[in-house]
């Protein structure tokens, strides 16, 4: 492999913000034809080393330089960069919702005809882009009617749309399920096998493991190190040693469960879509969580999953129809968000961006914002309370960032979610429902958020997981409810759990699977 | 070397200060102080300076509501009409059904809590944008004064004009000033040193280290100073004119709404809101209650400010507040509120609106015509609000931002604190 001519090289890039040195003389050096991957713990500088190679962060807010085919490039913006061929698809999608697939893909690209868009043309090259993708839909189709997977081709269709050389994918199937990453990575080869060159950031190491040429480690903003997967021998053990800076004997701290009686109880949930009242997005779900006891919830992207949690959650999603819900042995009616946090529920949602957080608020903020009745006193906040809170939780949770003074939107994906576990934790719950707590978190996090989950559980709180990750919830879970198409299919206790069973669950309905 | 890094970090930027304030006053300071030279000292003449607070309290009473709209994500183009609808009604309630003027006043505000309630239904319950919302009720209660009026004037009884055209009364021995301004003025320089050291102290609990020593008695001795003088100069005016009524009014209200904004559950959850509804509301806040609130609560305010309008002026009128809406919009913009709702301070709001006062009140002494005046208000809002977007993208120093960002939780205002607009401090303005 290390015979490919050199594509690009990054020699000691350094980047600074107001406070943080975000990358310190970090060096990257991608050969052309290749898969390479960046690995790092969350914050370690992967999405801000990709952002200056893109032109995100234009020549001058940076110091080191970027060598492209042969010769040094300054990118003053990102067209500069697409223009040399260094598309990238950022972390969080960027598409227009309310846009057809096709409008996306030529979004700022449109082919034209005598100045006017040429539509006819553009359907041609799109059915022709989405093709090379994989991705078998209408071009017409409006980009919100279809799954995040999709989407997902559609932002790389868009790339290919611009003549790419070299395709940039930071975390591209943290939100996909395992058919939706296995095509992908399916299609990275592909193009690999065309001579393009893709830079890929991921936190699923499998994955990795199982595409990559070249693996580069940075730890802190620095390099670590650059292993050649084949000729190194490289295995996930072998990465994880490299970006935590030591040995990582196990993924799941040890834990004793203490298990107490069933505490928490939901009958007979039946619950409508908000906007199609025909379809019935939980249909008679039932299910138990005993104190100190972690619930995992196993099933298929859209299985209704979130649906379930945010309908129990005060009613904070679709039209509630029907059933009960018990906690302490009385029935409980939440019918808003402050009725469900009131009676000890917390949910930890699954975009921490898109609804989980305020992104202009700081830690502080962001922190107590769930229960400010606990800071306050006749409805006035008590700052130095608010700012010991906080400032306990971000210690507790080791959250990475200078001072509680720092705005969310600065910290990397894992810290944020740090903070929004944090501001759920504030609230004192019984109940603490969390979906997807590990996405886009990198091991030695997973690896702590493991540790509080266990932790609130022993403190006989109750936790349900839901997660994508089939191992994460046999690793966590002491029992596992499956889901298919809003129905619970299934009630598997820890030593029975394992991928095959779960799967088979999972999808056990007569119907075919659609997305 | 070092204390003028000091003053740069604690004027300007950093973490650790709690001196945004400063640099509001200080770019006040700067707009008054070209004035004061350009005009050959009239801008501060007692009688302008008395004149400028009574011709501008109802708009920066406005600015005050309008900032808790913007923070939420709204708009309101109603105000103008609606405080010339609740003006006429008040107007009518005395001349024709002879209400006592204190009773008019309660009856007033009442009308303009009907008419949030109104328009807050409309925005909260139903969903209908406030954009939508407002613009009916501008044409609305534009319609309903003339309709009422009959398109004419209706003037009010001596009593109900002190709201507009009042001062503080002399009382006790004669000092060649007005006692009682001359005794707010010390009240006011209390607090500001009572609060330095309170902020000291939060900031010492916060195991944070406080501003150098040397800041914090620079910061308290300018303030002191600027309250010092105005208040000689408010209480040195002719005689019967000292700290206007409504100047008080303003006062009471910035105090009460910026603690309001500032250090309660229920202030904070407007900015939840307009940072990002759907996280609010999954994190408890009664999405359609606050909406409501800030819609109500604006009404409220339009119709206090169009009652000490029409107290002014001793009548009302069928023209009485027309564009105001835009003066308090541009007032809170030039005050460093964004557009996209979740930021802003009621103290920055003032600053500009007081911004705008300033240079309208210079260029009319200079002589310079409406016309123009209204050319170069439009270009300074244009250019203020641009050069803190280009400066924010930049990432660097952003002068609006330095007004109001940050530090809102450096510095807590106790409910009792001096009448000092500048007071409050912002949240961080995070470009996004
Ligand atoms: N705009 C910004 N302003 C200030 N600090 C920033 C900014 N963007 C990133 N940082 C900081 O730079 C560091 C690197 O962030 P970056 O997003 O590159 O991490 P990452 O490796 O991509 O992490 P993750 O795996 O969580 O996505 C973090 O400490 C982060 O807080
Ligand atoms: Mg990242």
Redesign the pocket.
């Given at each position: 492999m290390s015979d490919l001519p050199v594509l690009l090289e990054m020699r000691s890039i350094t980047k600074e913000?107001?406070g943080?040195k975000?990358l310190a003389d970090v060096n990257l050096v991608v050969r052309a034809g290749e898969i390479h991957a960046i690995v790092?713990?969350?914050?370690?500088?992967?999405?801000?080393?990709m952002k200056v190679l893109s032109g995100v962060y234009p020549y001058g807010s940076y110091d080191g330089q970027i060598i492209y085919q042969g010769a040094e490039t300054r990118f003053s913006d990102i067209r500069a960069s697409e223009n040399a061929g260094i598309v990238i698809i950022h972390?969080e999608l960027a598409l227009i919702p309310g846009m057809s697939i096709a409008e996306n893909i030529f979004l700022g690209n449109e082919p034209r005809k005598r100045g006017a868009i040429d539509w006819k043309a553009a359907n041609r090259m799109a059915l022709d882009l989405m093709a090379r993708v994989g991705l078998r839909e209408d071009p017409d189709t409006l980009v919100k009617d279809i799954g995040v997977g999709k989407q997902q081709l559609v932002e790389i269709a868009k790339a290919f749309a611009k003549d790419v050389k070299l395709l940039i994918l930071d975390?591209p199937t943290a939100a996909l399920n395992e058919a939706d990453s296995q095509h992908l990575l399916d299609l990275l080869r592909g193009f690999r096998s065309r001579g393009i060159t893709s830079i890929m950031?991921s936190?699923k190491l499998n994955e990795i493991e199982a595409i990559a040429d070249q693996i580069t480690i940075?730890r802190d903003?620095r390099t670590v190190e650059t292993l050649n997967v084949k000729a190194d021998g490289v295995d996930e053990d072998r990465i994880v040693r490299g970006m935590v800076g030591r040995e990582l004997h196990s993924r799941f701290p040890d834990h004793t469960p203490k298990i107490g009686e069933v505490f928490f109880e939901v009958r007979n949930w039946n619950v409508r879509h908000p906007i199609s009242a025909e379809r019935q997005v939980c249909k008679n779900e039932s299910f138990t969580v005993r104190r100190g006891e972690i619930v995992g919830f196993a099933g298929l992207m859209g299985a209704g999953r979130t649906e379930l949690a945010m309908s129990v959650f005060g009613r904070s999603y679709g039209v509630y129809e029907s059933g009960t819900i018990i906690k302490d042995g009385k029935e409980i009616v939440l019918k808003s968000v402050a009725d469900a946090i009131a009676h000890g529920l917390a949910y930890v949602s699954e975009d921490r961006k898109a609804i989980g957080l305020n992104l202009l608020d700081d830690i502080k903020t962001s922190t107590v914002a769930a229960k400010l009745s606990k800071i306050s006193r006749h409805g006035v906040l008590d700052e130095v309370a608010e700012y010991k809170a906080a400032e306990s939780y971000r210690r507790e949770l080791r959250t990475?960032?200078p001072t509680v003074d720092e705005g969310v939107s600065?910290?990397?994906?894992?810290?944020q979610q740090k903070v929004v576990l944090a501001k759920w934790m504030f609230t004192d719950p019984d109940l603490l429902i969390l979906d997807e707590p590990t996405r886009?978190?990198?091991v030695g996090a997973k690896y702590e958020i493991y540790g509080i989950i266990q932790r609130l559980a022993d403190q006989g709180k109750g936790v349900v997981v839901i997660s994508s990750e089939l191992p994460e919830l046999i690793g966590l879970c002491d029992r596992i409810y499956t889901v298919f198409e809003g129905t619970i299919t299934g009630e598997i206790a820890r030593q029975d759990a394992d991928p095959e069973t779960l799967m088979k669950q999972m999808t056990s309905t007569k119907k075919m699977q659609t997305r | 070397m070092s204390r003028i890094k000091d003053l740069q970090k604690n004027l300007f930027g950093g973490t650790t200060s709690n001196a945004r304030q400063f640099g509001m006053i200080f770019t006040l300071v700067a707009i008054v102080v070209l004035f004061q030279i350009l005009t050959d000292g009239l801008t501060l003449r007692s009688d302008n300076l008395i004149a400028l607070f009574n011709q501008n309290s109802y708009i920066l009473i406005l600015a005050i509501g309008m900032l808790m709209v913007i923070v939420a994500g709204h708009i309101d183009l109603s105000v103008g009409s609606i405080a010339a609808f609740t003006g006429i009604l008040v107007a009518k309630s005395m001349a024709e059904w002879s209400l006592p003027w204190p009773v008019a006043i309660l009856f007033g505000l009442a009308i303009g809590a009907i008419i949030g309630a109104w328009q807050g239904f409309w925005v909260a319950y139903i969903g209908v944008p406030a954009f939508i919302v407002t613009l009916a009720g501008m044409l609305l209660f534009r319609g309903g004064n003339q309709f009422i009026g009959n398109a004419n004037t209706i003037a009010v009884p001596e009593g109900f004009r002190v709201i507009g055209s009042g001062f503080l009364p002399e009382v006790g021995p004669d000092t060649g000033y007005n006692n009682l301004t001359l005794l707010l003025g010390l009240a006011a320089c209390v607090a500001v040193v009572w609060r330095e050291f309170q902020a000291r102290k939060t900031r010492r609990e916060m195991d944070a280290d406080p501003a150098p020593m040397w800041i914090s008695v620079l910061r308290m001795a300018v303030m002191v100073g600027v309250i010092v003088f105005a208040s000689l100069r408010f209480a040195s005016g002719r005689v019967g004119t000292s700290f206007p009524v409504s100047g008080i009014i303003l006062v009471a209200l910035v105090l009460a709404y910026s603690f309001y904004t500032r250090n309660t559950a229920a202030g904070r959850h407007i900015y939840a809101v307009g940072g990002n509804s759907r996280a609010a509301e999954l994190s408890g806040v009664k999405l359609k209650r606050v909406n409501f609130f800030v819609m109500m609560n604006m009404a409220v305010l339009a119709s206090l400010a169009g009652m000490i309008f029409v107290a002014r002026s001793a009548a009302s009128g069928p023209q009485d507040g027309n564009g105001w809406e835009l003066d308090a919009i541009a007032a809170v913009f030039i005050g460093g509120a964004a557009v996209s709702g979740g930021i802003g301070t009621i103290s920055g709001s003032i600053v500009g609106g007081l911004v705008m006062a300033v240079l309208n009140n210079g260029l009319q002494l200079l002589g310079v015509g409406t016309d123009r005046v209204q050319i170069i208000k439009g270009l300074v809002l244009l250019l203020a609000v641009a050069l803190d977007v280009y400066n924010k993208k930049q990432g660097k120093f952003s002068i609006i931002g330095s007004l109001t960002r940050s530090f809102r939780r450096d510095t807590p205002t106790p409910p009792t604190a001096p009448p000092d607009a500048e007071r409050e401090t912002a949240r961080t303005a995070v470009p996004s």
């Open positions: 913000f107001p943080v975000a790092g713990e969350n914050g370690a500088g992967k999405s801000t080393l972390q975390e950031i936190h940075i903003g990475k960032a600065k910290l990397s994906g894992g810290n886009g978190i990198d | -």
